[in-house]
């Protein structure tokens, strides 16, 4: 979830005795794509912190959505949301201010988020959906969440406070129209790439949705926001 409350403070103490202060920041996440696969970016405006406005000035695609027929649709995200560096840029000062962010997930665990959005009844194996790694790694997910109220419906990366905390060992998943499957899968020592996220064992009223194969890539966000006034 994001944490933005240390850069904020930070900076209105060094700039509070001036007539404005405005910082650039950049936070890290994972962009995923595959084939057939459209990439969403993230809206241009967003908020920084309750009142607090940020402005993008470039970004990876935050989401991947992979459409089927009868207006089906399964839009995943790595929840690996990072705040990174925060720099004030005006009035000038040269010190960046670290601003760490806080995963959801525990360590050694990658957490991933799939919006389903469809007329029907969705079913779900979690045994077929798995995550990828070098030197033939392959983790099934170990936990997960159902939600199907107070869907998040922005285009940022998992910006919720979820946490998947049920065993997956037996679990029987059906979910109408909307839903969220948060899902943790377990990937302790796996380096950062390659890894795919493989999405199988999805039904809709009864018929398989294809596979779908998303790749992890590097993203960032660069924006700007008003720290004071």
Same mark, same amino acid.
């Given at each position: 979830? /994001? $944490?933005?409350?240390?850069?904020?403070?930070?900076?209105?103490?060094?700039?509070?005795?001036?007539?404005?202060?405005?910082?650039?920041? /950049?936070?890290?996440?994972?962009?995923?794509?595959?084939?057939?696969?459209?990439?969403?970016?993230?809206?241009?405006?967003?908020? @920084?912190?309750?009142?607090?406005?940020? !402005?993008? %000035?470039?970004?990876?695609?935050?989401?991947?959505?992979?459409?089927?027929?009868?207006?089906?649709?399964?839009?995943?995200? @790595?929840?690996?949301? &990072?705040?990174?560096?925060?720099?004030?840029?005006?009035?000038?000062?040269?010190?960046?201010?670290?601003?760490?962010? $806080?995963?959801?997930?525990?360590? +050694?665990?990658?957490?991933?988020? %799939?919006?389903? &959005? +469809? !007329?029907?009844?969705?079913?779900?194996?979690?045994?077929?959906?798995?995550?990828?790694?070098?030197? +033939?790694?392959?983790?099934?997910?170990?936990?997960?969440?159902?939600?199907?109220?107070?869907?998040? *419906? *922005?285009?940022?990366?998992?910006?919720?406070? @979820?946490?998947?905390?049920?065993? @997956?060992?037996?679990?029987?998943?059906?979910?109408?129209?909307?839903?969220?499957?948060?899902?943790?899968?377990?990937?302790? $020592?796996?380096?950062?790439?390659? /890894?795919?996220?493989?999405?199988?064992?999805?039904?809709?009223?009864?018929?398989?949705?294809?596979?779908? /194969?998303?790749?992890?890539?590097?993203?960032?966000?660069?924006?700007?926001?008003?720290?004071?006034?």
């Amino acid at each position: 979830m /994001r $944490d933005p409350t240390l850069a904020p403070l930070l900076s209105l103490a060094l700039c509070v005795s001036s007539a404005g202060c405005i910082a650039v920041a /950049r936070e890290t996440y994972t962009t995923l794509r595959g084939p057939g696969v459209v990439a969403v970016e993230p809206a241009e405006d967003f908020e @920084v912190s309750p009142g607090r406005e940020g !402005h993008a %000035l470039s970004h990876s695609p935050s989401l991947a959505r992979a459409s089927f027929a009868a207006n089906a649709s399964v839009t995943a995200a @790595v929840c690996d949301w &990072d705040a990174g560096v925060w720099f004030i840029v005006f009035p000038p000062l040269p010190v960046p201010l670290l601003s760490p962010g $806080d995963s959801v997930g525990r360590p +050694g665990t990658t957490v991933v988020r %799939l919006s389903l &959005d +469809g !007329h029907g009844t969705w079913r779900a194996n979690l045994t077929a959906l798995a995550l990828t790694g070098a030197d +033939g790694r392959r983790a099934a997910p170990e936990r997960y969440k159902l939600v199907t109220t107070g869907i998040d *419906s *922005s285009l940022e990366p998992c910006v919720a406070d @979820v946490r998947p905390r049920k065993p @997956v060992d037996g679990a029987e998943l059906a979910a109408f129209g909307q839903a969220e499957l948060w899902l943790r899968f377990p990937t302790l $020592d796996w380096p950062e790439t390659p /890894r795919t996220l493989e999405l199988d064992g999805l039904t809709l009223e009864g018929t398989p949705l294809p596979a779908t /194969r998303l790749d992890f890539e590097p993203g960032a966000r660069w924006f700007w926001y008003r720290i004071f006034p």
